[in-house]
């Protein structure tokens, strides 16, 4: 048996007597430097998702961020735009090394290319997203978060400052620090909505 480090050795006599059974000396066990858990980790990691080619998918993401409290970044793009072949590495890249700070108002970062002139019909079109979030230009950066999975918390069209690391990386952190747009209090104000906020 181990605990916190140590071996208890036990006596192994019948069931006779209680102090038997006890623990007679603890003897000190070298401390692994990796350990392990069957139990998952309850932190938040930022993530980057597969790319969306059906907008089931896309909802699913939503809601997932929502429930965690995630900041959802969806680049929408098109097999014709270029300047998104580049975008969006650097935008993974940026979003997979980023560190949590102390001013961050949400838990994680995630990030999804939105794939507009996805072939795939079978579960609705995708050109329908872009209609339903205003997408007018190529690339388009739509900031996802709050308790409400359509708030939208920002927009970015400007390729130029989607291009520079720097600008980007001083953007999302700014979007990290913005938080929850939703009112604390629901629209009724009434006792749940004061419980769960």
Same mark, same amino acid.
């Given at each position: 048996m181990?605990?916190?480090?140590?071996?208890?050795a036990t006596a192994t006599v019948g069931p006779a007597s209680l102090k038997q059974n006890l623990p007679r000396?603890?003897?000190p066990v070298a401390i692994r430097s990796s350990q392990f858990s069957t139990s998952s980790s309850f932190s938040v990691h930022n993530r980057v998702y597969d790319s969306i080619r059906i907008p089931p998918t896309f909802h699913d993401y939503l809601r997932t961020c929502s429930a965690s409290n995630t $900041?959802?970044?969806? $680049?929408?793009?098109?097999?014709?735009c270029t300047p998104c072949r580049t975008i969006n590495p650097l935008l993974e890249d940026l979003i997979r090394s980023r560190r949590p700070l102390p001013e961050d108002k949400f838990s994680?970062?995630?990030l999804a290319e939105v794939e507009l002139d996805s072939p795939d019909d079978s579960n609705g079109r995708m050109t329908d997203l872009g209609v339903m979030w205003g997408v007018t230009s190529m690339p388009t950066l739509i900031g996802f978060g709050g308790r409400r999975a359509d708030r939208i918390t920002e927009r970015l069209t400007d390729?130029?400052?989607?291009?520079?690391?720097?600008?980007?990386?001083?953007?999302?952190?700014e979007q990290m620090q913005k938080g929850d747009p939703s009112p604390s209090q629901g629209a009724g104000g009434g006792l749940l909505s004061r419980l769960f906020g």
């Amino acid at each position: 048996m181990r605990h916190q480090g140590y071996r208890l050795a036990t006596a192994t006599v019948g069931p006779a007597s209680l102090k038997q059974n006890l623990p007679r000396r603890l003897s000190p066990v070298a401390i692994r430097s990796s350990q392990f858990s069957t139990s998952s980790s309850f932190s938040v990691h930022n993530r980057v998702y597969d790319s969306i080619r059906i907008p089931p998918t896309f909802h699913d993401y939503l809601r997932t961020c929502s429930a965690s409290n995630t $900041l959802f970044l969806a $680049l929408f793009t098109s097999s014709a735009c270029t300047p998104c072949r580049t975008i969006n590495p650097l935008l993974e890249d940026l979003i997979r090394s980023r560190r949590p700070l102390p001013e961050d108002k949400f838990s994680a970062l995630a990030l999804a290319e939105v794939e507009l002139d996805s072939p795939d019909d079978s579960n609705g079109r995708m050109t329908d997203l872009g209609v339903m979030w205003g997408v007018t230009s190529m690339p388009t950066l739509i900031g996802f978060g709050g308790r409400r999975a359509d708030r939208i918390t920002e927009r970015l069209t400007d390729t130029r400052m989607m291009s520079d690391r720097t600008r980007m990386e001083q953007w999302i952190n700014e979007q990290m620090q913005k938080g929850d747009p939703s009112p604390s209090q629901g629209a009724g104000g009434g006792l749940l909505s004061r419980l769960f906020g």
